[in-house]
């Protein structure tokens, strides 16, 4: 019923549709009557007939039909005269229905049915369709029923395509017959049909949809086909390793316990349990990471079952990360030693991801972990600060190779028909005069094509991307924040993009063993990304800047410092991604909004008696049910973080009430908003 | 294909339709301050006359011939509701007796009396009585009866179907769901599979079509959206594209359309701007954690929040769009403004044109005499009154950060005289009567 006009009526017209309402109110009742005593009648259903041309959204009497149907099948032994004599009238009175009102979902249904009875002449369902097609050429009912139409009597693909390059050529503005293309075309692309193969195809869609776009450039249809395919040229639907911690050729060095060592070229790690992380970064999720497709190759004993484990929200079995946890502390002594460590993703399939491809090639990685049997007692815990004892990245130095590759070159992706398309846009968008759609195309193709160039000129885009998008923020207000978000993205993958870049955001904390600090403070980012290339850092000041969530940051499972101070951070809610951080042992969340308001999420995020288990019986949800109840948000977070130093000032939520809560929530915790706690 | 003609016809028609709304326009940017105040007032009077008078006329007995009279109820009740009245009890006691005659015996609601129990009349039907409230509403709704209907419409590929042997899409899903969300009767047998059905009505666009395969579509992807929050599986959407194409489906004429290249039409008022905030709010607080939460839980803690001094460091750095933060013109409507501070931590940037948006449905799908249409020079309707006023109420509460935060004046075109009672915007009944009812239904359990 939506968007489908009502007249409204004049006094004169009133009287008649009084009239017409009584006579159908009539029907209605005898039709009711005639349903619920099953009755199949000629006369009975004859009824039914007119009240459907009369109104065809009487779905009630659409179901009734069809059980008069079914009915009078079951009485005729299957001659196929009488059967096709008995469907064709359904798809007359299907037909004159849809004239009343092609928008009929019960009408367009009910011809499915029959159709799928076994019923059907192609030629006959085209023909009718190019009728009501013709009428409204943006019908999604029609569309809909076309594309069954089509599967059912196995149409070409090919067939279809056609006809879009006719709809299309007879109204460019047509989105359907854009959108339908795009769902023919993926189809015939994936399964490689003769003459459809991307790198030809793909490069002849974008002459033909830029025709559309540059006779007129404010007519949006061409724009979103422009979109589609530009995802058609960027994307490999194979799922790829994008990286991982520790990296090919790493060394990474190993403590047990924390320890004051000073290896100024290797990431040093020291954890109580004996273990680190394993971090496998994928370009998109998938599932079936598992200790049979990943295998590990190693001296270390105790590793052979490997449990890996995705991170991700809830309880998600496909993600983009990957961890396990790799232990260097056996019942055997074996410190002082160096390991060979060699990971090989893929060694059997069933990697697949979230759209269903396989990671087909294998890939084998190596690098050397190197056990220290410095076993220091947990050393005075001092407070950590953001401010002194930090030491500048020798740029010049080699340090950063060895801690991360930072590019891994999509070598097996065919990429030069895609460098060129994408190039060969760009030089074409440019010419387009100022528009905002044309600045926001731009600013996407530039960004793609900084995705698959060499590191050498993707500075340079990356600088044309964040102008366009300051450019659009000013020019077009109303989408402000989604530029920015934008802007956000670009200018981490800029800061991400080369050594030069990235070491000039890196330190060294003399204090923390030298652990890796990135500080991308003051950036005003509104958005994390690029966390794939950033897996090795241990420290993360992102202070001053705008950001409301840490989503992304679960990835960097070596993180165990993180600067959140002056950001927007409204809730506690918004730190979730932090419970996957095991290292996680300083935060400061100082000069945040988090308290301001309720955080009644339920208000948009309904609760649902499936997702009740959870609520607290353990210990401190019994024992201080008020303060879990008004701090639940908080609770939930705090409780799976272990917590050595918290810096909450500046906070509504901050105050005596809530410390007392911290403490409870967090026993170990030993600096609370820059003061040692008496324990 | 060989050469393309130089105006199509949906290019004349968009260029008619701005025409005329870009004559509304400068018509209102010329006239004097009594008139733009006159052109932008919603009228209040005349919109409750033509909505009582449409409920009368909908007969004493409710009579039942067309196929979708729990929706005409819906419509105009709701709309009652967000214009912040009520209907008096002979009304009232018709109603909820009508669709007491509407409800099958073995559960769900049907377009009339003896009519098939269908989803959506089903949905309209609880949406009417969750709105009309109190005990004897919510009670005339048979909640077992209902599961089991639920029960009987899904379908093995995750999905639901409108009605027995009927089609499956996704407007079936959500008006499943949100009902058995509303009546607290969601379990894993529901929800199973119905994430997967949804993602695959996901289109490359970002928006969300009927079915898979289909076109993205404004009122699809409000209603896939909403049950992808309801069963808390939202975050398995693209919710990057689903972001871009929504917001920019707002149109020069400040409107939304329904789907890429269609005209402007009031009624996406409301099925493009409350996914716009939905997927705002989710950005900026990511709501994961709150496993188990429940309304009544965070309910206790408002008023607490609220006694809390504003810090002073907080000040600084304050969202830069409240730069332009004067003194809060306009406080003498009678609208408590207290410590403005307060206000300016509880607002946000929507991401869409709020302003331009209630300028578009004031001036072009408002009736002076009552009831809103699609776009100027088409007829109103109770369908186009309801989705204007809902989005018109979604509008003015995009600026706060939650439905506690009542909006600023400059916030509301017309101003307060103009303001509209918060919905809930995965259900779209307004937020009072959904607390009453979920308050209800918890209760029941």
């Known amino acids: 019923m939506h968007g489908r006009p009502r007249k409204a009526y004049k006094p004169e017209e009133e009287a008649a549709s009084a009239a017409k309402a009584a006579k159908l109110r009539g029907l209605q009742s005898q039709f009711m009557a005639n349903h619920h005593n099953k009755i199949y009648t000629k006369e009975a259903v004859d009824l039914s007939t007119k009240l459907l041309e009369i109104n065809p959204e009487a779905y009630t009497a659409w179901n009734y039909r069809k059980l008069a149907v079914e009915d009078k099948l079951s009485r005729i032994e299957s001659d196929p005269d009488l059967v096709k004599t008995i469907l064709d ?268 491809f396989n990671f087909s090639a294998s890939y084998e990685f190596v690098f050397t972990a190197h056990v220290h049997d410095t076993v220091e007692e947990s050393s005075q815990e001092g407070i950590v600060s953001w401010t002194d004892g930090f030491d500048i990245w020798d740029a010049e130095s080699k340090d950063l190779n060895a801690l991360a590759t930072l590019d891994r070159s999509n070598a097996q992706m065919d990429s030069k028909w895609r460098q060129e398309a994408i190039a060969e846009e760009i030089d074409l968008f440019r010419e387009l005069p100022d528009s905002k759609i044309g600045k926001l195309t731009l600013a996407r193709l530039l960004m793609a094509k900084a995705m698959i160039s060499d590191d050498a000129v993707k500075g340079v885009h990356y600088n044309e991307i964040l102008e366009l998008y300051k450019d659009l923020m000013a020019l077009d207000s109303s989408h402000y924040q989604y530029y920015k978000d934008e802007h956000s993205v670009a200018l981490l993958r800029k800061v991400t993009s080369s050594t030069e870049d990235l070491s000039g955001h890196l330190f060294r904390c003399r204090n923390m063993n030298n652990s890796v600090c990135l500080r991308l403070n003051n950036l005003s980012l509104s958005r994390i990304a690029s966390v794939e290339k950033l897996l090795f850092v241990q420290m993360l000041d992102l202070s001053h800047n705008e950001l409301h969530s840490t989503e992304g940051l679960e990835a960097m499972q070596l993180l165990s410092c993180l600067n959140l101070s002056r950001n927007r951070i409204r809730s506690f809610s918004a730190l979730d991604s932090l419970r996957h951080l095991k290292q996680l042992r300083v935060l400061d969340v100082s000069h945040n909004h988090i308290g301001e308001h309720s955080v009644d999420t339920t208000r948009y995020l309904c609760s649902s008696p499936l997702s009740n288990s959870e609520w607290p019986q353990d210990e401190v949800g019994s024992q201080m049910p008020s303060l879990a109840t008004k701090y639940w948000d908080a609770y939930f977070v705090l409780r799976d973080l272990n917590l050595k130093q918290l810096d909450i000032t500046g906070n509504v939520i901050a105050g005596d009430e809530f410390s007392s809560f911290v403490l409870q929530v967090v026993p170990k915790l030993v600096w609370l908003d820059g003061k040692k706690l008496e324990i | 294909m060989e050469e393309l003609p130089s105006i199509t016809v949906s290019q004349r028609e968009q260029f008619l339709v701005e025409n005329d709304v870009f004559g509304m326009y400068s018509y209102f940017d010329t006239s004097d301050i009594a008139t733009q105040k006159f052109m932008v007032e919603i009228q209040r009077d005349k919109q409750l006359d033509y909505l009582m008078n449409g409920l009368r006329q909908l007969g004493p007995s409710f009579s039942s011939l067309d196929a979708n009279r729990p929706w005409v109820c819906y419509w105009i009740i709701h709309s009652i509701a967000l214009l912040g009245e009520s209907v008096d009890d002979d009304l009232e006691n018709n109603a909820i007796d009508f669709l007491g005659r509407c409800q099958g015996s073995d559960g769900g609601y049907g377009g009339g009396p003896g009519q098939l ?276 109420s979604v509008a003015q509460h995009a600026f706060s950060k939650d439905e506690d935060t009542p909006p600023l004046t400059r916030d509301i075109l017309g101003g307060y005289a103009n303001h509209l009672e918060p919905v809930h915007l995965l259900h779209n009944v307004v937020m009072d009567r959904y607390n009453e009812a979920i308050e209800f239904f918890h209760r029941e359990a």
């Open chain 1, 89 to 356: 009238e359904e798809l007359r009175v299907v037909e004159s229905a849809l004239k009343q009102n092609f928008k009929s979902y019960g009408a367009w249904h009910h011809r499915k049915w029959v159709l799928s009875k076994g019923h059907s002449s192609v030629g006959n369902e085209l023909r009718l369709l190019d009728q009501f097609q013709k009428l409204d050429t943006r019908n999604f009912h029609a569309w809909n029923y076309r594309r069954f139409v089509v599967e059912l009597t196995k149409r070409s693909e090919q067939d279809e395509l056609e006809y879009t390059d006719d709809m299309i050529g007879s109204d460019f503005s047509n989105y359907s017959a854009w959108h339908n293309r795009s769902v023919l075309l993926s189809s015939l692309l994936a399964r490689k049909a003769d003459g459809f193969l991307p790198n030809k195809k793909i490069p002849d869609e974008y002459k033909l949809v830029q025709n559309a776009i540059f006779t007129d450039e404010d007519d949006q249809s061409g724009w979103f086909y422009h979109l589609w395919l530009l995802d058609q040229t960027v994307n490999v639907e194979t799922p790829l390793l994008t990286s991982s911690w520790p990296s090919h050729g790493s060394r990474i060095s190993l403590y047990a316990g924390c320890s004051n060592g000073s290896f100024s070229k290797l990431t040093t790690f020291g954890s109580e349990s004996g273990s680190f992380p394993l971090v496998l970064y994928f370009d998109q999720a998938v599932g079936g990471v598992s200790s049979s497709t990943v295998t590990i190759d190693s001296e270390l004993k105790g590793n052979e079952d490997l449990v890996w484990e995705p991170v991700s929200k809830k309880n998600s079995q496909v993600s983009c990360v990957w961890v396990a946890r790799l232990k260097y502390i056996s019942s055997e002594p074996c410190f002082g030693k160096e390991y060979k460590v060699k990971v090989r993703v893929g060694n059997s399939p069933g990697i697949v991801s979230s759209r269903g």
């Open chain 2, 117 to 392: 129990p269908h989803l959506a009349t089903s949905y309209a039907a609880v949406n009417t009585l969750v709105t009309l409230g109190g005990e004897k509403a919510f009670s005339s709704i048979n909640r077992e009866q209902m599961a089991c209907f639920l029960r009987r419409m899904k379908d093995t590929n995750g999905g639901f179907r409108m009605h027995n042997m009927g089609e499956i899409d996704v407007r079936a899903c959500y008006t499943a769901i949100s009902i058995a969300s509303i009546l607290n009767i969601v379990d894993d047998e529901l929800t199973r599979g119905l994430g997967d059905y949804i993602l695959s009505c996901q289109t490359y666009e970002g928006g969300i079509g009927g079915e898979p395969g289909s076109e993205a579509h404004g009122g699809y992807t409000y209603c896939g959206l909403a049950t992808m929050i309801l069963i808390n599986e939202v975050d398995r959407l693209n919710l990057d594209s689903l972001m871009n194409w929504v917001v920019h489906r707002q149109g020069v004429e400040m409107g939304f359309q329904g789907r890429t290249n269609k005209l402007v039409d009031g009624c996406y008022t409301f099925w493009q701007a409350a996914p716009c905030v939905l997927l705002q709010r989710f950005f900026s607080s990511q709501d994961m954690a709150p496993h188990g939460s429940s309304s009544h839980m965070s309910q206790g803690t408002d008023e607490d929040h609220e006694e809390h001094a504003h810090d002073e460091d907080d000040l600084e750095d304050s969202d830069e769009d409240d730069s332009d933060e004067d003194s809060d013109e306009d406080s003498g409507n009678g609208h408590q403004v207290h410590h403005t501070s307060t206000y300016i931590d509880r607002r946000i940037q929507p991401v869409f044109d709020s302003l331009g948006l209630q300028r578009y449905v004031l001036l072009c799908s408002k009736v002076a005499d009552g009831g809103f249409r699609d776009k100027l020079r088409k007829p109103r309707d109770f369908y186009h009154t309801c989705y204007c006023l809902s989005g018109l």
